[in-house]
């Protein structure tokens, strides 16, 4: 994992090695962000974030993994104005793997996985993903 953390005013960016265990951490350390930031750690807010940012980053590791290569935290925290949001974005290496537009029907009783998009959906307010050359960053915009 690279040690290199970014912060900003509003802003915070960091690195993490594609594993399950640098899923975990992304989570754990968005929340502390999130409470630096003055969004107390178990609010709605800073709950609905923790499982965003798990689930998009637990999705780079399964499907965005390239051997070798780190995944990216990005968080936007807006506060001003009448209320608060959060905008997360993780950054994979693999733009050829895109998540579908539209999550289908998942069956919860046969599926693995398929759950985490419906869940980003939704929490998040809007959702996207952008090309972020070699890869691809899946976005989701969080409200209070």
């Known amino acids: 994992m690279t040690?290199?953390?970014s912060y900003h005013a509003s802003g915070f960016r960091q690195r993490f090695s594609a594993t399950r265990r640098g899923a975990r951490l992304a989570r754990r350390l968005a929340q502390a962000q999130l409470e630096l930031w003055g969004v107390?750690?178990?609010s709605g807010l800073s709950e609905d974030v923790g499982l965003v940012v798990g689930e998009l980053a637990a999705n780079a590791v399964l499907h965005g993994r390239v051997p070798g290569r780190d995944f990216e935290l990005l968080?936007?925290?807006d506060g001003d104005g009448g209320g608060k949001?959060?905008?997360v974005e993780v950054v994979d290496a693999?733009?050829?793997r895109l998540p579908p537009a539209e999550p289908g029907p998942v069956d919860p009783w046969s599926a693995e996985c398929g759950h985490?998009?419906?869940l980003v959906r939704a929490l998040a307010r809007?959702?996207?993903v952008s090309p972020r050359p070699p890869g691809k960053?899946?976005?989701a915009e969080v409200e209070a």
């Open 75 to 77: 968080l936007a925290y």
């Open 116 to 118: 985490g998009l419906l």
């Open 3 to 5: 040690t290199e953390i």
């Open 126 to 128: 809007a959702w996207g």
């Open 85 to 87: 949001s959060v905008r």
């Open 40 to 42: 107390p750690y178990g």
């Open 137 to 139: 960053a899946v976005w």
């Open 94 to 96: 693999r733009g050829d």
